[in-house]
């Protein structure tokens, strides 16, 4: 699927090595599990993963705001905090009131505002282009058939004329 950029082997310098060894290179390994993954994508492996990017976030910020911050007296409120800021609802009920906590909940804020919409138009980019494949299928299959028609039909008009 030439979503992502194309072909790996075109993407690399010339004289980059050998073919074998990009082959087996780590980023074309996760490039050929990314491409499977995306033609396995079905509307509740998207969903999954979208709220799997955001409860990543989610749960990574907790962890290190309830690390860094006092202020955050548990792991509950710090996961509160964390969901509640990553989905910018931001009730304000549990903040952080260190720098190192302000600075994680501006990371995540961004984080969320970035990095959920861009896994959303992934997962729209891919459907959209499965949906415009399936229809340039039927368009060709389509066309082949008017063609055929024509076809005969030029040819029976061609038979009427030979015949006396």
């Given at each position: 699927?030439?979503?992502?950029?194309?072909?790996?082997?075109?993407?690399?310098?010339?004289?980059a090595?050998?073919?074998?060894?990009?082959?087996?290179?780590?980023?074309?390994?996760?490039?050929d599990?990314?491409?499977?993954?995306?033609?396995?994508l079905?509307?509740?492996?998207?969903?999954?993963?979208?709220?799997g990017?955001?409860?990543?976030?989610?749960?990574v910020?907790?962890?290190?705001?309830?690390?860094?911050?006092?202020?955050?007296?548990?792991?509950?409120?710090?996961?509160?905090?964390?969901?509640?800021?990553?989905?910018?609802?931001?009730?304000?009920?549990?903040?952080?009131?260190?720098?190192g906590?302000?600075?994680?909940?501006?990371?995540?804020?961004?984080?969320?505002?970035?990095?959920?919409p861009?896994?959303?138009?992934l997962?729209?980019?891919?459907?959209?282009?499965r949906?415009?494949?399936?229809?340039?299928?039927?368009?060709?299959?389509?066309?082949?058939?008017?063609?055929?028609?024509?076809?005969?039909?030029?040819?029976?008009?061609?038979?009427?004329?030979?015949?006396?």
């Amino acid at each position: 699927m030439a979503l992502l950029g194309g072909s790996t082997a075109s993407s690399e310098a010339p004289g980059a090595g050998s073919g074998a060894a990009r082959a087996n290179s780590p980023r074309v390994r996760f490039e050929d599990r990314l491409h499977r993954g995306i033609e396995r994508l079905t509307i509740v492996r998207a969903i999954r993963m979208v709220a799997g990017v955001a409860m990543s976030l989610a749960f990574v910020a907790a962890v290190l705001v309830w690390l860094v911050d006092s202020g955050i007296g548990n792991f509950r409120d710090a996961l509160w905090w964390a969901v509640v800021t990553v989905t910018t609802v931001g009730y304000g009920d549990v903040v952080p009131e260190t720098s190192g906590g302000r600075l994680i909940g501006a990371v995540l804020m961004l984080a969320g505002v970035s990095a959920i919409p861009i896994a959303t138009s992934l997962v729209v980019s891919v459907f959209v282009a499965r949906m415009q494949a399936e229809q340039h299928e039927r368009d060709a299959a389509e066309r082949a058939e008017l063609v055929a028609r024509l076809a005969r039909i030029e040819q029976a008009l061609a038979d009427g004329r030979s015949r006396p």
